[in-house]
């Protein structure tokens, strides 16, 4: 098979040739949106998942299809170490300077852009990774008073208007939310619940490991009324199948039943493996229809491809008691498991092993879906652990 002509995209964020199974969550968000845009509640949305289901994907799909309809958007990500001021300054900058070209906005971006200038300077004493340009001259008053949920509310409120003003939206696309700290996330809740109670076009869509529902329950208990949470998982078996099929049929490959059964088995339904064997599957073929030998050779390499790539980059973040209470779990099985069971498993106490899993939890490798549970945020982590711990591990 022609390796130019390879239609999978294994990538971190990489659209896949074929975006199945997602239809009625992208609605469901331009929906929202364009309720906004006429001045109708609408509720913000809350991607979660684990690692490689497809959520960056998911958000930039949603951006692009909300830009397309004239909606105005800020798109970032949250990583570790930076501040979420520092972050959305420069963005909603592009946002304001783009509604201020419009007759109708100006003068409510401009009042937005002195909220920013304000904002920006009063918070670089608390965070000092704030840069952004200077437009106009700070509005002494406005959004300037040096506490992060109260400037916050007020800068939002400005954007708002101003995108009321031109008729549209401002739409907010924001990965990786877990890695917020939750003082500035819950300014962020709290801002966007000033505009929703003033019937503002401001909407939120944002991304993260399945602990952010918990995380923004704790920042403020009225998150879960304000946002929606949808739960992004592994794709059902016809979608899955639509997935790997699809493109194949593009290029004008077909694949054998069992072929194609072998890779819905290994990869579990989850959008980045289907990628990645999807990919391998078409490198090891030699010719259509591919048949589920092309599948096995496939899954050696990539397999091997994911060891080094897709697993290996999180495990080198943890630290070698972190990757011991990882192989543990790992030797109880996929998961969840009581903290009491890991801890049984390495011979220690569970309260003498609690400042490990607060680490991982905080590196986003294990999440807790019920307490006192701990969980992989990465499917197949555990048999990834076994591969490179094996043997006598303790």
Same mark, same amino acid.
Request: with cysteine.
């Given at each position: 098979?022609?390796?130019?002509?390879?239609?999978?995209?294994?990538?971190?964020?990489? =659209?896949? $040739?074929? /975006? %199945?199974?997602? *239809?009625? #969550?992208?609605?469901?968000?331009?929906?929202? !949106? @364009?309720? &906004?845009?006429?001045?109708?509640?609408?509720?913000?949305?809350?991607?979660?998942?684990?690692?490689?289901?497809?959520?960056?994907?998911?958000?930039?799909?949603?951006?692009?299809?909300?830009?397309?309809?004239?909606?105005?958007?800020?798109?970032?990500?949250?990583?570790?170490?930076?501040?979420?001021?520092?972050?959305?300054?420069?963005?909603?900058?592009?946002?304001?300077?783009?509604?201020?070209?419009?007759?109708?906005?100006?003068?409510?971006?401009?009042?937005?852009?002195?909220?920013?200038?304000?904002?920006?300077?009063?918070?670089?004493?608390?965070?000092?990774?704030?840069?952004?340009?200077?437009?106009?001259? =700070?509005? $002494?008053? /406005? %959004?300037?008073? *040096?506490? #992060?949920?109260?400037?916050?509310?007020?800068? !939002? @409120?400005? &954007?708002?208007?101003?995108?009321?003003?031109?008729?549209?939206?401002?739409?907010?696309?924001?990965?990786?939310?877990?890695?917020?700290?939750?003082?500035?996330?819950?300014?962020?809740?709290?801002?966007?619940?000033?505009?929703?109670?003033?019937?503002?076009?401001?909407?939120?869509?944002?991304?993260?490991?399945?602990?952010?529902?918990?995380?923004?329950?704790?920042?403020?208990?009225?998150?879960?009324?304000?946002?929606?949470?949808?739960?992004?998982?592994?794709?059902?078996?016809?979608?899955?199948?639509?997935?790997?099929?699809?493109?194949?049929?593009?290029?004008?490959?077909?694949?054998?039943?069992?072929?194609?059964?072998?890779?819905?088995?290994?990869?579990? *339904?989850?959008?980045?493996?289907?990628?990645?064997?999807?990919?391998?599957?078409?490198?090891?073929?030699?010719?259509?229809?591919?048949?589920?030998?092309?599948?096995?050779?496939?899954?050696?390499?990539?397999?091997?491809?994911?060891?080094?790539?897709?697993?290996?980059?999180?495990?080198?973040?943890?630290?070698?008691?972190?990757?011991?209470?990882?192989?543990?779990?790992?030797?109880?099985?996929?998961?969840?498991?009581?903290?009491?069971?890991?801890?049984?498993?390495?011979?220690?106490?569970?309260?003498?092993?609690?400042?490990?899993?607060?680490?991982?939890?905080?590196?986003?490798?294990?999440?807790?879906?019920?307490?006192?549970?701990?969980?992989?945020?990465?499917?197949?982590?555990?048999?990834?652990?076994?591969?490179?711990?094996?043997?006598?591990?303790?």
């Amino acid at each position: 098979m022609n390796p130019i002509r390879n239609p999978f995209a294994p990538g971190a964020g990489t =659209p896949p $040739p074929e /975006l %199945a199974g997602r *239809g009625a #969550l992208i609605e469901s968000v331009h929906i929202a !949106l @364009e309720r &906004a845009r006429i001045g109708r509640p609408a509720k913000s949305a809350m991607l979660v998942g684990l690692r490689g289901v497809g959520k960056t994907v998911l958000l930039d799909r949603m951006r692009d299809d909300a830009e397309a309809t004239g909606i105005h958007t800020v798109r970032l990500e949250a990583p570790e170490g930076r501040s979420l001021p520092a972050l959305l300054a420069p963005q909603l900058r592009q946002a304001l300077l783009r509604l201020s070209q419009l007759d109708a906005a100006k003068a409510f971006a401009i009042r937005g852009l002195r909220a920013l200038a304000g904002f920006a300077r009063r918070l670089k004493v608390t965070y000092n990774d704030i840069e952004v340009g200077i437009d106009y001259e =700070p509005e $002494p008053g /406005l %959004a300037d008073n *040096g506490d #992060l949920e109260h400037d916050l509310q007020a800068l !939002l @409120e400005q &954007a708002g208007l101003a995108a009321k003003a031109a008729g549209t939206a401002l739409a907010l696309f924001i990965d990786e939310l877990q890695y917020v700290p939750e003082a500035q996330l819950a300014a962020l809740i709290t801002a966007m619940h000033r505009t929703e109670q003033r019937r503002l076009p401001v909407v939120l869509v944002g991304a993260g490991l399945p602990q952010l529902r918990g995380l923004m329950g704790n920042s403020k208990s009225y998150a879960e009324r304000l946002f929606d949470f949808p739960f992004i998982g592994a794709l059902a078996p016809e979608d899955a199948a639509q997935a790997i099929e699809k493109p194949l049929l593009d290029e004008g490959v077909a694949i054998t039943p069992e072929a194609l059964a072998e890779i819905l088995r290994v990869t579990q *339904g989850y959008a980045y493996f289907l990628q990645a064997w999807g990919s391998h599957t078409w490198l090891a073929a030699d010719a259509s229809p591919i048949d589920i030998d092309a599948v096995r050779k496939a899954s050696v390499t990539a397999i091997a491809g994911l060891d080094e790539g897709f697993f290996r980059v999180r495990f080198d973040r943890c630290t070698p008691k972190e990757k011991k209470y990882l192989r543990a779990m790992a030797e109880l099985g996929e998961g969840p498991h009581r903290s009491g069971d890991i801890a049984d498993c390495l011979n220690e106490k569970v309260s003498s092993l609690a400042p490990t899993r607060s680490a991982l939890i905080g590196k986003g490798m294990v999440w807790s879906p019920n307490h006192g549970d701990t969980a992989f945020t990465v499917p197949m982590f555990d048999a990834f652990m076994k591969r490179i711990i094996p043997g006598d591990w303790r």
